[in-house]
């Protein structure tokens, strides 16, 4: 892949990573920090030809990576700051919470200086527990890694993912950052109308739980039939994960005390089939992280509404 300028001082290098849940790959971005020295953000997935890209792309601007910030852990965002880090011999900063190796810390409201270069922490909890975003005041550019992407939404999928958590961060960046004139995200282009893409966001969430909380009233008790009815236009083969989602929002409802959990049965075999995350078809272990595999939904729970 081919460096991207993409203003004075952020330039981007795309992941060969393309896929259902990282598009058309990972967006690594290079920030230059103005004396010789470059600021790596989300260095991607595990991929050696990818590091040496980005190690290559400063050298061949004089310059060297001395910092690797990482938005979060998942599995196309971190694995690469290992490789690039033993490359460059950059320093790796992550969250406190964050399992991959780093050495330094991002801290929700300080900054992170280098050289000429200033960037912004904010804690951006919700897709991820140890999520941040950074905010380049200089360029009035905002990096939020996997809480606003390019193109489409996010999945928000338990147990790292928490709905109402991403919904406070999507609020709280777009109030923070109002002057925010660029989203740089994870995946997909730049984003260059940032609070029309907060509110759309948002507003799309809303609408999401409205559909929730209706079709509950209209008597579909159980994730597998709120995806058939919500999910109803898209690529069946994304049911699993829209599942995910699902459970996300109930979750969430459950939490406000607007949803219960009656009983659980047994899956049909028809419900299990819409349940299974077939792994080998999404892609890879990005999809195994993102949609929770880990936790596998085994038992149908039938949901009622609170009165
Ligand atoms: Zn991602």
New binding site residues.
């Given amino acids: 892949m081919a460096l991207e300028r993409l203003s004075e001082r952020v330039s981007r290098l795309r992941a060969p990573n393309p896929g259902p849940?990282?598009l058309s790959g990972?967006n690594s971005y290079l920030i230059d920090a103005g004396r010789d020295r470059f600021v790596a953000i989300d260095p991607g997935p595990d991929h050696q030809g990818h590091a040496l890209d980005l190690a290559f792309a400063a050298s061949d601007r004089g310059a060297t990576i001395a910092a690797i910030l990482v938005t979060h852990g998942?599995p196309?965002?971190a694995p690469g700051a290992a490789r690039l880090a033993a490359l460059t011999g950059a320093t790796v900063y992550g969250h406190p919470r964050s399992s991959f190796a780093h050495t330094a810390t991002l801290w929700d409201g300080k900054t992170f200086e280098l050289d000429d270069l200033c960037l912004e922490v904010s804690d951006a909890p919700g897709h991820a527990v140890d999520h941040v975003a950074l905010y380049l005041r200089d360029e009035h550019a905002l990096f939020t890694?996997?809480v606003v992407?390019g193109q489409g939404t996010v999945v928000i999928a338990p147990p790292g993912g928490e709905m109402a958590t991403y919904r406070n961060t999507l609020e709280t960046l777009r109030d923070r950052y109002a002057g925010a004139e660029r989203i740089y995200g994870?995946?997909g282009p730049a984003i260059e109308t940032p609070r029309a893409k907060f509110d759309e966001y948002i507003a799309h969430r809303a609408l999401r739980e409205r559909q929730v909380l209706a079709e509950l009233r209209a008597g579909a008790a159980t994730i597998p039939a709120l995806v058939e009815r919500i999910y109803a236009e898209i690529d069946q083969l994304l049911w699993p994960a829209a599942a995910r989602q699902v459970l996300a929002y109930l979750d969430a409802l459950e939490t406000q005390g607007r949803v219960r959990r009656v009983r659980e049965r047994c899956a049909t075999a028809a419900e299990r089939t819409l349940l299974e995350l077939d792994l080998a078809r999404l892609g890879d272990p990005?999809a195994a992280e993102?949609l929770g595999a880990a936790a596998p939904i085994g038992a149908v729970v039938e949901y009622a509404l609170e009165p």
């Fill in positions: 849940m990282t990972t998942h196309d965002h890694g996997d992407v994870g995946h990005v993102e």
